[in-house]
């Protein structure tokens, strides 16, 4: 039997009865990170990087018992020894290595490799077995310099303080919308947040992390206090009644969807710059050759696609479907 195999629940470990970022409640749950599409509320108990837990808590409260780790810190479930390892996506972000009877597979949650203010730098496991997303699996998803998507940012900016339009940002209120206020840092640039940004910024701080200085987007602000400022949201706000406040405004997308094509006007904005916290496709297959394993389990994103961009590795990589 696979030590990790998939359930209509999520991803399975029986010798430890453990699921890792479950899908419906379950008993034991192992979350990578505290993005919504990786854990569920309703589980008996839950288990992950101690910031992970941190932010679990302010998302669903204290509805059950939660317990948080440190990197490279290990624990077991019924002989099963598991240990937590950068990701490198967002703060807490865990690649989960599970060890069994001398076999170890490795499951990779988001990754990221590169510099996040607010993350452990990936760390590079081996393993028999890998378990990784493929959220961005065609390789016209390559990343290019940050600093050059910042420069970008910056002259769209004046461009819309010159034609008296409103700059909304869009980025995750967890993760990118911290890293995007810090990379613009410095640059002259006043940040408005929603306050949905603002509660998971002040999170952040409790947790030790510098965030710039930002104002709160209140309703019923004025065009006049709201001034020159770039003002950053949650993707979800845009085509919504929320961004009629602004008389006049242009809609930035960030992400590294940018790269495919029609994908900044179907999700309603005006621009894009390529700003993402996953890996793109170099680094995904890097992280495949350099984990020197004996089988890949694709999973998140155009599966088929990858596994076709994969053939010449000659590894044995399976799509990893839920039963």
Request: charged residues 20%; contains cysteine.
């Given at each position: 039997m696979k030590l990790i195999e998939s359930r209509a629940e999520g991803l399975y470990c029986a010798k430890g009865d453990?699921?890792?970022?479950?899908?419906?409640?379950?008993?034991?749950?192992?979350?990578?990170?505290?993005?919504?599409?990786h854990f569920c509320s309703g589980c008996d108990s839950y288990f992950g990087h101690r910031h992970t837990i941190?932010?679990?808590k302010l998302r669903m409260g204290r509805i059950a018992p939660m317990h948080g780790f440190e990197y490279n810190s290990?624990?077991?479930?019924?002989?099963?020894?598991?240990?937590?390892?950068?990701?490198?996506?967002?703060?807490?972000?865990?690649?989960?290595?599970?060890?069994?009877?001398?076999?170890?597979?490795?499951?990779?949650?988001?990754?990221?490799?590169?510099?996040?203010?607010?993350?452990?730098?990936?760390?590079?496991l081996t393993c028999d077995f890998l378990i990784t997303e493929c959220t961005f699996s065609d390789p016209l998803f390559r990343w290019p310099n940050e600093q050059e998507e910042v420069s970008k940012i910056k002259n769209w900016h004046q461009d819309c303080i010159e034609k008296e339009l409103h700059p909304v940002l869009s980025a995750y209120a967890i993760g990118?919308?911290?890293?995007?206020?810090?990379l613009l840092d410095g640059n002259g640039i006043p940040i408005l947040v929603h306050p949905t940004i603002a509660k998971f910024n002040e999170s952040y701080r409790e947790l030790g992390f510098k965030i710039p200085d930002y104002r709160i987007l209140k309703d019923g602000m004025s065009k006049k206090k709201i001034g020159n400022a770039l003002v950053l949201v949650p993707p979800s706000v845009f085509n919504t009644a929320w961004m009629l406040r602004f008389e006049k405004y242009s809609a930035g997308l960030s992400s590294g969807w940018v790269l495919k094509p029609n994908t900044v006007k179907d999700r309603g904005a005006d621009c894009g710059f390529v700003l993402s916290d996953h890996a793109d496709f170099d680094s995904l297959v890097k992280n495949i050759k350099q984990s020197k394993?004996?089988?890949?389990?694709?999973?998140?994103?155009?599966k088929s696609l990858m596994l076709q961009n994969l053939q010449n590795l000659e590894l044995d990589i399976k799509i990893l479907r839920y039963q």
């Open positions: 453990f699921y890792i970022d479950p899908l419906r409640p379950v008993k034991r749950a192992v979350i990578t990170h505290a993005h919504a599409d941190h932010f679990l290990s624990f077991e479930f019924n002989g099963v020894k598991l240990s937590l390892h950068s990701a490198g996506h967002m703060p807490g972000s865990s690649q989960v290595r599970i060890e069994y009877d001398e076999e170890v597979w490795v499951v990779t949650g988001d990754l990221k490799p590169g510099n996040n203010p607010y993350c452990e730098p990936f760390e590079q990118k919308a911290q890293k995007t206020q810090q394993v004996k089988g890949v389990y694709l999973m998140h994103g155009d």
